[in-house]
């Protein structure tokens, strides 16, 4: 999942992990099969990876705005694609999706899995992220009442390509923590290792940590901004 104009990023079918573009893609699809569909361009042509970058709308439904307040995608600020901005700042402000439970933030996660939360993320360790993968890390604990075995669970960021899998059997003990780093090394009960091999995982501007259960719902979220502040 990479960023659109005026932030809103969505995901594509690729894995377990990607579970929530199966539920982002059937509304989008019906809506812009539709009769009167277009696409608008901002600023930015293509992101990075040369995607086309394109607000949709369907006759006088903007589509881009209706994924957002219906909890199926995340607006977020990029310049100098802000054209859409306030609509889709205002969309997702009336979604409140993680409390109202729709969406991809629909809660059908085990039960056993209360008190399991994403506590911690460095936005921006010291020196250069690429040349210590292992400074940046992100930390998830265990603040309910029993063991919680994380064989299927997942994290992920906001982009198509930064996805971990826990190794099977692993447990946190209630009232234990683990880091995940972004590099290699040996793991340990309270250290784990994405190992990414040629890039850092957590964007240095904001980026968002998804915690999923194995039925790839998203059960915590750790969403930071440009200060390293925790939104």
Request: charge should be negative.
């Amino acid at each position: 999942m990479r960023s659109i104009p005026a932030s809103l990023w969505f995901s594509t079918p690729s894995s377990l992990l990607e579970r929530s573009a199966f539920v982002a893609s059937e509304p989008n699809s019906s809506r812009s099969q539709r009769a009167g569909s277009r696409l608008e361009t901002d600023t930015t042509d293509r992101d990075r990876y040369g995607r086309l970058l394109r607000y949709v709308y369907v006759g006088d439904t903007f589509v881009n705005e209706v994924l957002v307040r219906d909890g199926l995608a995340i607006a977020r600020r990029y310049p100098p694609d802000v054209a859409r901005a306030d609509a889709l700042a205002s969309a997702q402000a009336q979604a409140d999706a993680e409390a109202a439970g729709r969406g991809i933030w629909n809660h059908r996660a085990l039960a056993d899995a209360a008190g399991l939360e994403l506590s911690a993320l460095p936005a921006d360790p010291p020196g250069v992220d690429n040349d210590d993968l292992n400074g940046e890390w992100v930390e998830l604990t265990n603040t309910g009442h029993s063991t919680i075995d994380l064989t299927g669970w997942g994290l992920k960021d906001e982009s198509a390509s930064h996805r971990y899998g826990f190794p099977d059997r692993f447990e946190l003990p209630a009232g234990a923590a683990v880091r995940v780093a972004s590099g290699c090394g040996t793991d340990r009960a309270d250290h784990l290792h994405w190992c990414m091999s040629n890039s850092a995982v957590w964007n240095n501007s904001g980026d968002t940590a998804f915690l999923l259960d194995p039925n790839g719902n998203i059960f915590d979220t750790y969403r930071y901004d440009a200060t390293g502040s925790r939104r």
